[in-house]
């Protein structure tokens, strides 16, 4: 089992920055990849940005405003977010991917409400 629980949302203005934090605990050796989503109000639930091995990925939307990271001696995975616009308001959640024995394995954290105001 992963336990992950985020934090770091709140109230920002467009223009500003937040950074979120993604804390995990339990079998972490076995995550493979993590990443953050999005649910915003009347819209379905978006990979915003992803870790891996091999690098890392951003919707287009947040491309060269936010950054995705991972610190492997913390278990932490952080979402740098700059230049925030109304429209990133949102439910963030944490995701991981956790692989054992060839199966992969999905855990999320409870989220935290990112508002941004115009």
């Known amino acids: 089992q992963v336990q992950l629980v985020e934090s770091g949302g709140g109230l920002a203005q467009a223009g500003g920055s937040l950074r979120l934090s993604c804390a995990a605990s339990?079998?972490?050796?076995?995550?493979?990849?993590m990443g953050w989503y999005r649910r915003a109000p009347g819209k379905e639930r978006e990979l915003v940005a992803a870790?891996?091995?091999?690098?890392?990925y951003y919707v287009d939307s947040v491309k060269g405003r936010f950054t995705i990271s991972r610190d492997n001696a913390k278990n932490t995975a952080y979402l740098q977010m700059n230049n925030l616009k109304p429209k990133d308001t949102a439910l963030y959640y944490c995701?991981?991917?956790?692989?054992?024995?060839?199966?992969?394995?999905?855990?999320w954290g409870q989220g935290t409400q990112v508002n941004v105001s115009s």
């Open positions: 339990g079998d972490t050796i076995c995550i493979s990849a």
């Open positions: 870790i891996t091995k091999s690098g890392t």
């Open positions: 995701n991981a991917d956790c692989l054992r024995e060839a199966t992969t394995y999905y855990y």
